[in-house]
């Protein structure tokens, strides 16, 4: 790993202060996957600010819905009474997460903004646009069992691999942020950027932002994770989908899907749920949403599986809400 400075700071706009005025800079939290990309020589930062001091670490439950500071572990979050209780999808994303050790350490804004795991980008001798822009894309021609089948360009087509933002995504979370420019809110349909032709710009973080919570509004329906993975532990998603379902009489009231392992980005899709909403809860009706949901799927030479198995993840998820032919 090459020579990088270090601070602390104890405030958040100190925080945003000593990355805005110290170039090369980056933010540290848990470092559970930043220090593996210095290690690798994947990613460098010349300075690295350490937020771990900030008090941004609370979660916290209202009528309106659940704040989690950025700083909250993934861990804490977790085992929170309330988040088990009326945000069951999160409890489950996070943990089907990792490792027990990893949960304790790893941060909520962190676990956003970790990396792809595509193992050229990991991978400093090989090609790849995202980690060293204009080289080419390895996976395109080579081993790209675990790449996407939506949202890709010519240039990149990993996945994003946080379960949490999948969860996240389908109950309508917004990311708050503070950077020079003062707080600011983005919803997280919308925080992770398709490759296109910049591969290498993961999120539409500033530079010198800091996520400093996450905002989930309490949904009034129910809600469950399901990932699919090649091994039950320590392992990302091949497949996997966050559901937020109200089911009344058997009809589909309203319904959020998401989807992770499929996309370029932790994916919602209106397709799907359009065909859902107002229709009973049958499985004809859920493998119908399933082909609205793959219609645009490009699948390459390895990953084309994921096509029929996220197909079939939708039945086994959905129909345990009580479908029927
Ligand atoms: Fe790099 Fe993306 Fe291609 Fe992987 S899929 S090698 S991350 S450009």
Not at 86 to 106: D, T
Not at 165 to 187: E, K
Not at 243 to 248: C, F, K, N, S
Request: net charge positive; with cysteine.
């Amino acid at each position: 790993m090459k020579a990088f400075g270090y601070s602390q700071v104890r405030e958040p706009a100190e925080a945003v202060r000593a990355a805005r005025q110290t170039p090369g800079a980056a933010f540290i939290a848990g470092g559970t996957d930043l220090l593996n990309l210095m290690r690798d020589g994947a990613q460098h930062h010349d300075h690295l600010v350490d937020i771990n001091h900030l008090d941004l670490a609370s979660v916290a439950d209202s009528s309106k819905g659940l704040r989690i500071g950025g700083l909250a572990r993934m861990r804490h979050v977790a085992e929170h009474r309330s988040v088990r209780e009326r945000y069951p999808v999160l409890a489950e994303a996070l943990e089907a997460s990792a490792s027990p050790q990893v949960r304790n350490m790893a941060t909520i804004g962190g676990n956003l903004l970790q990396r792809t795991r595509c193992g050229y980008f990991r991978d400093a001798a090989s090609a790849c646009n995202k980690r060293a822009p204009g080289s080419g894309c390895s996976a395109l021609e080579g081993w790209n069992r675990g790449h996407a089948v939506l949202g890709g360009s010519e240039h990149c087509i990993a996945t994003h691999p946080s379960d949490l933002a999948v969860a996240l995504l389908a109950l309508d979370a917004v990311v708050h942020l503070l950077g020079p420019d003062g707080p600011r809110q983005v919803p997280v349909d919308g925080f992770h950027l398709r490759p296109g032709n910049a591969p290498h710009v993961d999120t539409v973080l500033r530079p010198a932002e800091l996520i400093t919570a996450v905002e989930v509004p309490r949904p009034a329906a129910r809600s469950r994770y399901l990932k699919l993975r090649d091994r039950a532990t320590f392992e990302f998603a091949v497949v996997s989908i966050a559901a937020v379902v109200d089911l009344r009489g058997g009809r589909v009231r309203d319904v959020r899907l998401a989807f992770g392992g499929i996309g370029t980005t932790p994916w919602r899709s209106p397709e799907a749920e359009a065909v859902l909403r107002g229709a009973p809860l049958t499985v004809d009706a859920i493998e119908r949403a399933g082909r609205a949901l793959v219609r645009d799927a490009v699948p390459r030479q390895h990953n084309g599986f994921k096509v029929e198995l996220v197909q079939r993840a939708l039945v086994e998820l959905l129909s345990g809400w009580g479908g029927s032919r």
